[in-house]
Each structure stands twice: as C-alpha cells, then as structure tokens.
C-alpha cells in the first residue's frame, strides 16, 4: 500500500462523506425539528436523480438538471409535508413509520409508471469529466472533486443558515420548544414546510450528483436511506455539525475499512480467504463505528437532547 | 396485488365445440416486476408471452406474478400456484438465491420448472433433478468464457472484481477456471454497493494490464461510469450482464469497445433470430436483451414439448424437452445430461448504432461449450 494509493482513498472517502451529508442534512433537521422519522427521504433522492436526468436529456445542460432536481425534490417534498407528514407530527413513530414507507411504495411505481423500469441516462458534464492531477502525481476524477467542493459549501451555507438567519434562530427554537414558539406567533406550519421542502431538496441535489456517477434508476434511494440514518445517530439527531462529523467518519470509515483490512489479513493469511474475511468484516464497520459511538455518547457525538 | 392472467386465445370456447384436443398446459411464471431489477423479468416476461403469441396455440395458458426479488414472497407464489392454479409448468425465475428456495420444492412435488435465466452450480450438480431444465445458462458459463476470450487476447495480469454473495463467487470462480494468466488482485465488493471509487484506485495501483468484472444491474452502469471517468484506460472484460440492451443505454459511451460475453445476440444469423428480433422490436418498439431471448426460447421449447406430448404424462413430456427440438434463436442448442445447455458462447463489443448503444458479435469464445458440475449430476 503505497502513500499516495492512500491520499486517494482519503479522498474517496471524504467524498463519500460528503455525498451521504447532503443527504442525511436534510433528515436530521426533520428528525431534530418536527420529532419525525421520515424513511421516504431516499425517494426525494431518487425524485431529484430522475428530475436531472430527464432535464438533462431535454435539455443537455447540467446545470439546468442540477436546479431541476431541487425544484422537483422541494416540491415533491412540501406536497408530501402538506398532504401526509402533516397528520403524523401527533402520532407515534410507528405511524410514521408505516406512513412513510407507504410513500416509498408510491414513490418508487410512481417513478416507474413514468419512467419506465430500465435505468435513466445522466452523465458528468464535459466540462468536469476526466481525472486532473494532483500535486504528488495522484490522478483523481475532477468530477468527484467537484463533490466534496460543493458538498462542503453547502454545509458551510446550511451552518450559516442555522446560525445567523432568523429562519435558523426559527428552526432551533423548534427544535427545543414546539409549544412555545408556536406561543409566540411564528406559523409553525409554514416552518415545518420549509424545513422539509429543505431537506428534500438537499436529498434531491445529492441524488443528481451522485446519479451523475451512479445509475439513475428505481429503488436507488433505500441504500442511501440506511447509512444516513447510520449518520444521524452517529452525529446526534438534529445536529446539523453532528451530521458533517458522522458523514466523514462514515465515509472514511467505510471506504479505508473496504481497503485496509483484506491488506492487513494478508499479512497472516492467504490471500482469498483474506479478501473474503476482510470484505465481510470491513462491511460491518460502520455499523461497529455506531455501536461504539452509541456505548461511549448515548445521544450521539453532538446530540442534545439528554 | 398486481396479478395478470393471460388468457391466450379463447381456451374454453375451442373446448365447448368439442374439438378433440390433448389437455391444456398451465404455466406459472414466477419473476421479477416492480423494484430495482424488474427490466430483467419484465423482458423475460415479454420474449416469453411473444413466442406464445406467435405460436397462435390455444392450449397454453399463462399466469404471471411479480416475485418482487424476494425469496419469501416467490416461495409463497410457487405454492399458490401448484395448490390452487393448479399449473403443470414454473418458470420466470431471474435470480439465483430465488431459483434455490423455489426450484427444490416445486420439483420435488412432481411440477416441472424451466429457469430462463438463474442457474446456480448447486441445481447443475449434486442438487440437479430429471424435472428441472435451465434453458438459459449455468451461472459460471459466461465467465468462463470471459477467461478464454482473456488468454486470446494476451492478458497476463488481471484484476477482477464481483459482488461478494453467490452468484459473484461462482463469476470469480469460472473466471479463473479458464484463465491462465496470473491475477493483479482479487476484490469482492458489497452487494449492491454503487461507488467503485476506492477499487479503481486499487486496480491503478496493482499494475494490471485488464480488468474482469461481474457487476450486474445498477452496480454495472455505476462501475462503467466511473471507470472512463477515472482515466484508468486498462481494457475490460465481462459478462453480458452488465452490458445488456435494458442498461446499455444508461452506461452510455462509457461501455463503447468493451468486450463482453454472451451466448445471445441479436446479430446471430439464423432465420429464428432474425425474425425474433424484429417481432420483438414490433412487438414492443424496442431491442430485445439476452433476458428477452432466454424467456422467448423458454417458451418455445415447452410449445415444442406440448406438440409431440401429453404434460400429463411426465415421462412422455421430459423426454420432449431433452431432445430440444426447437428454433432456438441462439442457433445450435442441446441439452447436458443435467438439462443445462450445451452452446456456443460468444465475444461481444459494444458499439453504437445511430442513437441506440448495442452489441456486435466478434467470435465465438467457446464452442459447444457444457458446464463444470454435469459429473456431479447423479439423475
């Protein structure tokens, strides 16, 4: 394992991180805010994929299909919000569970009544195809550098949001006391609204990029929806930082795990039987990674609720 | 549920005026319809319900259902179908973990089970049953012939990859049955993973001069996609399954040139091909995949069986089926002594015609080629 194969796999699995952070963003703020599990995000993440695939076949910009897929997801989210969520917020989590999962049922035929059950065609613009070199000669896809660019700014904007706009200060006072914002005169409808319409179209943003590099297809949001919730409870639910820090160390964790450890069992074994044992052990990791996070910090690295 | 019975021309209007005619034959097709891999099922469905159609025969009835990729679920379809629809013949079945739960049982209550796709080595050695045929495939056959069309090119030192479940074990397996050059690396992914990111940094650093995979589906167009745009440039070998007609078109330029193997294509010159593949293309106004071609020949291979016998009497009927008199449109095709092919199979290079992304054959890999596991096969 030489030094810059490493660099490259940090990268990768910074990128990773970042993807699985626009996507949990959004579902820990819903989590944190409105005290709702919401399992149909990955199908606002399938919603945006499919919403930049078909304005980038219409169309052929990238561009275009990247607003496209948060206009669709933030739409399809505030419908949902309006339609459904808004009759759980007083139910227990079962409910919401059984609801939202009846979503994705109605998500996923719906996609498929529209689009047909064969894979959607979406690629990387020209313009940010191909590897670039970096200093110490390693070659890593523009594209992918792209991600964790805009994957960072984003976080930096939603910090800024939460922070030091009144929509943030709004969305905290949520967080804390449902009641008594309510008291005070802020439409906590309207909020929840916006909340989720945020979310979604952070999922969806996240679904264009990574169908992108991925494939843009039925059922893509499910494995997605796993690991994000694998990030929230590693961050703290309802943590936006603590869903910057889970998502990194999910992805370096996953990624250098899928990497390091079939080399480490070569040391001692032959080498089949280390890639098998390493691969199986090296795809529990994460979930390893939650266990003790959940030994050590109940709440969640950055939870709040005690 | 989204059950659909096809009542293929009017079965019981021909039996009221008395027509004598030997029993109707009922076939239940269990395959997948809704979720991830339903263009699998949905195009075995139609080459399937094309060759019925074509036939014009009033005594095949069939009855599809979705197993939506869930073993429990096929399971609970297969039972239902032999208790109360009372069919005669299963099919339709797409993946290997469903065909072990569902083929044992079905054939072990006297019911005969024709895959059109999954053949895994337990059901083509010790596991194999006289009511059991594969009409497709066994599951190393494109793979091994992946590692033959690998020593004709020249490579010494490959990198493969697959899903670490079954079915990628096996791929891996009849890889290196065949191969002889030495390998640069050896990875199983997870199943279902879609960034491949940190194996393609791995195979730049092994030194590999060609890479072999086995990614079917969605994992396939992810592999493809950001390989080109890695600027690894190695060349790459696989089997059909990720270079299918249903996802060719959403790898797109990415897959241009990459070879592939496959005992199907559509340029296979036979009169039975071409005319399918037009029929097909009428039919349905798109290309048939290798899925299609397996339903459509599974289909006609049960309406040869019907003209010269009884499904009543078993013995009869299974003989029909061993002698494979049918236009298969891969062209030459018999049946092992484990009911499992014996065919050509082919190398295939992606190419583009006008629009669409296709396949193009080269050459044949292997010829009459017959899997590893018919010694096992104790029928």
Known sequence: MSLLLLIEQILNGLQFGVMLFLTAAGLTLVFGVMGLINLAHGSLFMIGAFAAAATAAATGSFLLALAASLAAAAAAGALVEVLVIRRLYSRDHLDQVLATFALILVFSEGTRWVFGSFPLYLNIPPALSGPVTLPGGIEYPVYRLTIIAVGLMIALGLFLLISRTRLGVQIRAGESDREMIAALGIDINRLYTVVFALGAALAGLAGALVGAIQSVQVGMGEPVLILAFVVIVIGGIGSIKGALIGSILVGLTDTLGGVLLPETFKLFMDPASATAVGSALASMLIYILMAVVLVVKPMGLYGARA | ?379
């Not at chain 2, 269990?30 to 139609?46: F, P, Y």
């Not at chain 2, 496959?262 to 071409?274: F, G, L, R, V």
């Not at chain 2, 080269?362 to 010694?375: F, I």
Request: proline residues 4%; negative net charge.
């Open chain 2, 1 to 379: 549920m989204n059950k659909k019975s096809f009542f293929l021309a009017a079965t019981a209007a021909v039996l009221s005026a008395g027509m004598a005619l030997a029993e109707p034959v009922k076939v239940g097709m269990i395959t997948t319809l809704s979720g991830g891999g339903a263009g699998l099922g949905i195009d075995v469905r139609d080459g399937f319900m094309l060759a019925v159609k074509q036939s014009g025969n009033p005594d095949i009835e069939v009855v599809v259902e979705d197993d939506q990729r869930k073993p429990d679920i096929a399971v609970q379809l297969a039972d239902r179908m032999i208790q109360s629809d009372k069919v005669d013949i299963l099919t339709g079945i797409i993946w290997s973990n469903l065909a072990m739960a569902v083929v044992p049982s079905v054939t072990a209550q006297g019911k005969f089970y024709l895959s059109p796709n999954a053949g895994p080595s337990a059901l083509a050695g010790k596991g194999c049953h006289p009511n059991y045929f594969n009409v497709a495939w066994q599951n190393d056959n494109l793979h091994e012939a992946a590692g033959a069309y690998a020593n004709t090119a020249g490579y010494k030192n490959t990198f493969i990859l697959a899903p670490n479940y079954p079915a990628g074990q096996d791929a891996l397996a009849g890889f290196k049955r065949f191969y002889e050059g030495d390998l640069a690396g050896e990875v199983y992914t997870k199943l279902g993973q879609k960034d491949y990111a940190s194996e393609i940094a791995q195979i730049r650093a092994s030194g590999a001069d060609s890479v072999f995979f086995f990614l079917p589906g969605g994992m396939g167009i992810s592999f493809l996609k950001q390989y080109a745009d890695s600027g690894v440039d190695l060349p790459v070998v696989g089997p059909a399954f990720s270079f299918d007609q249903g996802i060719l078109q959403a790898v797109g330029a990415a897959a241009l040139g990459v070879k592939n193997t496959s005992q199907w294509n559509k340029d296979i010159d036979n009169p039975a091909n071409k005319a399918f593949v037009e029929a097909f293309q009428a039919e349905y106004g798109r290309l048939p995949s290798l899925y299609a071609s397996q339903g459509y020949d599974t289909a006609n291979l049960i309406l040869s069986a019907m003209a010269k016998a009884d499904v009543k009497d078993q013995d009869a009927f299974r003989a029909a089926l061993e002698a494979a008199e049918f236009e298969s449109v891969r062209g030459d095709f018999k049946f092992g002594p484990n009911h499992h092919p014996i065919q050509d199979i082919y190398v295939r290079e992606v190419l583009q015609e006008g629009d669409v992304f296709t396949n193009k054959i080269l050459g044949v890999a292997l010829e009459d080629h017959a899997d590893a596991y018919a010694g096992e096969c104790k029928m």
